[in-house]
């Protein structure tokens, strides 16, 4: 059996003699809330982050759910102008900021490093700090809600809409603020993950071994690396335009406010595969499992997520079209945008060939999985058409635009999710999701999201601009088109979306009370993730894995006795025999790093000083204070005395160990 060793658990009671530190030991693991609020270990962080995140899209459709309610009807009245420009809004900035983008966080860092037979990230409490840096940054963000009021510029908050003069209220100013330390979060958790990857994998695990899941993942650490600081600096702009009345977006002054639109969207469009390439490697994960194949020209895969994430840099102003950028611009990011639908055509070519001649069991896992290809499909057309210049100019700012990034946000993104809900379920909590629950979820919100968007299509040609906060019946028209039966459809569409995914909340709860424990491998995967206990230990793996195949823990269930392109897969181990097998060749010693309190100081530290911009500089000096210790605390933090002579045995006769104890 494995001994468990922890950075300072042999130092409980003695202050060290070198520092006052004693009074500051590390808090030691232990079970209840503390083992939640001090943890540094991925798995912990990758659950908090997916609950607060699933937290965040009820608010988030909620919101929705009240745009839709305000326009069922002419003339809606549930909404003031001022509210609707705050619940759309904040409503985008919640799904983007506050959902899609930690959900991929949560799953990320659950099972990258399971992924790659690793015991944890590079820096656990790095990552514990930027878990820390988006729970404090979201929730700054929402108590606007009741400071005054939401931010209420749109979620790309043109200038000079955004400024004080157009937007007086201190809303954008929780945004502006909120979202730079919900950016920390991704920033740190981009080099984290980067280095973990590039560092960690499991001896024999080379790049093109790597599950497919953990190279999307790989791609937009790289694509937040770069996009991150964008964002920032325009924030920080408009930051000074508003606190310090800077005119950065001036005309008056002399500046340009499409410097905002640029900057924006240099960020604002590789984000969209930010949100979406976390989703395209979960369902490259489940096909092949749910086909009994393996991926489809995994390399094209490969190459074709980092395709998209280089040319995702290049097309920006397609956002751009109808703000009088010339011709010569707008026709190179027209046929930039039109060139990128390849890489996208690529990876839907490849997922239907892995489907072709496969046993496919249509679980709930694969029927999202399938029904991201559709949806998305649906989406990208739609897309396409914008990329033609001129039928963009048409379609800019109606309801066709919403149309199209809600069937590949939603439609994509989202389903995406909820397939690695449904995959990854019964090894993260050891329990199930009912299936037939399972299949109503998805039909829900299947019919619910096209009842939705669908229609969206049709009132935007009509010409129905997005952000307006009523409708009247003298603009309906007459006939198909009539604009008032439309939204009807849409608005009810979005309750029943509404009502299915409350259905996957009901499907958790009955399942984990009437559910036993799950199989080890209940869908047969092939994936080294799998090659644990349900959930994982906290060590994840008794022994570090020796890797020589790309889908490494199929390889170990399964001898290939055929000849050369005709596989003939006979199973020669089960996922209990396999553990058993790592169990016997369990390390001496397991080296973890303890739980600490910093991360979370140092991340609360951040919307003190951000309250204290908008209302009061003492704030300031007060959060800098604790940003200060907080600092100090972590890097004095004991290491562990056996780091430096610590001597790991080979791999898979005792394995070996890189977790920084110190990040
Ligand atoms: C739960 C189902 C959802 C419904 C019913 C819904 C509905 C809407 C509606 C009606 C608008 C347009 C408001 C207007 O322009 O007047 C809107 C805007 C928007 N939605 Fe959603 N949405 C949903 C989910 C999502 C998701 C999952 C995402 C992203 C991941 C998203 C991202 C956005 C964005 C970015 C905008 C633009 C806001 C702006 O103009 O500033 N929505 N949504
Ligand atoms: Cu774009």
Redesign the pocket.
């Known amino acids: 059996m494995a001994l468990i060793e922890r950075s300072t658990t042999t130092l409980p009671e003695v202050s060290t003699p070198s520092s006052t530190y004693g009074t500051f030991r590390r808090p030691v693991e232990s079970t209840g809330w503390q083992s939640w609020l001090f943890t540094i270990d991925h798995k912990k962080l990758g659950i908090m982050y997916g609950v607060t995140a699933m937290l965040f899209?009820l608010v988030?459709?909620l919101e929705?759910?009240l745009?839709?309610a305000q326009?069922a009807g002419p003339d809606g009245t549930i909404l003031s102008a001022d509210k609707?420009n705050q619940m759309?809004?904040m409503?985008?900035t919640t799904?983007?900021f506050l959902?899609?983008m930690p959900m991929a966080a949560a799953f990320a860092n659950y099972f990258v490093p399971l992924q790659i037979g690793a015991r944890d990230v590079a820096f656990p409490r790095i990552n514990a700090f930027g878990f820390w840096c988006f729970f404090v940054g979201a929730v700054f963000i929402n108590t606007s809600w009741i400071l005054g009021g939401a931010a209420d510029g749109?979620?790309?908050m043109y200038a000079p809409n955004s400024s004080v003069p157009f937007s007086p209220t201190d809303g954008i100013d929780f945004w502006v603020l909120g979202l730079q330390i919900t950016g920390i979060a991704s920033l740190t958790g981009a080099i984290n993950l980067i280095v973990t990857v590039i560092n960690m994998r499991a001896p024999g695990m080379s790049l093109m071994k790597m599950p497919i899941f953990t190279w999307m993942i790989l791609v937009v650490q790289f694509l937040l690396l770069f996009a991150i600081p964008v964002i920032t600096v325009a924030l920080f702009l408009l930051m000074f335009q508003r606190t310090f009345d800077a005119t950065f977006f001036s005309v008056e002054a002399g500046a340009d406010p499409l410097l905002w639109q640029h900057l924006f969207w240099i960020f604002g469009h590789p984000e969209v595969y930010i949100?979406i390439l976390p989703s395209f490697g979960i369902v490259s994960e489940v096909l092949p499992v749910f086909s009994k194949k393996p991926l489809f020209g995994y390399p094209l895969v490969v190459f074709s997520g980092a395709a998209i994430g280089f040319v995702g840099w290049g097309v920006w102003a397609h956002h751009m079209f109808a703000s009088g950028l010339g011709p010569i611009s707008v026709a190179v990011f027209s046929v930039a945008t039109m060139a990128i639908a390849i890489p996208t055509g690529v990876k839907i070519v490849n997922w239907t060939l892995t489907m072709w001649g496969g046993k496919i069991r249509f679980t709930t896992a694969m029927l999202f999985a399938v029904g991201l290809i559709v949806q998305f499909t649906i989406g990208g057309l739609s897309g396409v058409t914008h990329a033609v210049a001129p039928s963009d100019t048409q379609q800019t700012d109606t309801?066709y635009i919403?149309a199209h990034?809600?069937y590949v946000?939603?439609g994509g993104?989202?389903l995406g999710i909820f397939a690695g809900l449904y995959y990854w379920w019964p090894k993260v909590f050891g329990k199930m999701l009912d299936e037939k629950w399972g299949k109503w979820n998805f039909w829900l919100m299947t019919i619910g999201?096209n009842l939705?968007?669908g229609p969206?299509h049709i009132i935007g040609l009509q010409g129905q601009p997005?952000?307006?906060?009523v409708w009247t019946e003298a603009r309906a028209g007459e006939g198909f088109f009539n604009l008032g039966f439309w939204n009807a459809v849409?608005s009810v569409?979005?309750f029943v979306?509404?009502i299915g995914?409350l259905v996957f909340f009901v499907n958790v709860w009955l399942s984990h009370r009437r559910h036993g424990p799950a199989p080890l491998d209940p869908w047969d995967a092939r994936s080294l993730e799998w090659m644990t206990t349900s959930p994982p230990k906290e060590h994840n793996f008794d022994a570090i894995p020796i890797v020589g195949h790309l889908d490494e823990f199929f390889h170990r269930k399964y001898e290939d006795r055929g000849e050369g392109e005709h596989h003939d897969y006979h199973q020669v181990a089960t996922a209990e025999d396999i553990l058993a097998d790592q169990e016997s060749h369990a390390e001496e010693h397991i080296h973890l790093p303890s739980p600490s309190y910093w991360p979370i100081v140092l991340a609360v530290s951040l919307p003190i000083m951000a309250y204290g911009i908008i209302y009061n500089f003492i704030l300031i000096a007060v959060g800098a204070a604790i940003a200060l210790l907080a600092m100090f605390g972590w890097g004095l933090e004991p290491h562990t005395a056996s780091d430096s002579d610590y001597d790991p045995p080979p791999p898979e006769t005792g394995g070996e160990l890189e977790v920084a104890a110190n990040g």
């Not at 997005?466 to 906060?469: F, K, N, P, T, V």
Request: aromatic share 26%; proline share 0%.
């Open positions: 899209f988030g459709g929705a759910l745009i839709r326009l609707y759309f809004t409503h985008a799904m983007v959902f899609v749109g979620w790309f949100l309801y919403v990034f809600h946000l939603f993104a989202i999201l939705t968007f969206m997005r952000r307006m906060y849409a569409g979005s979306l509404g995914v």
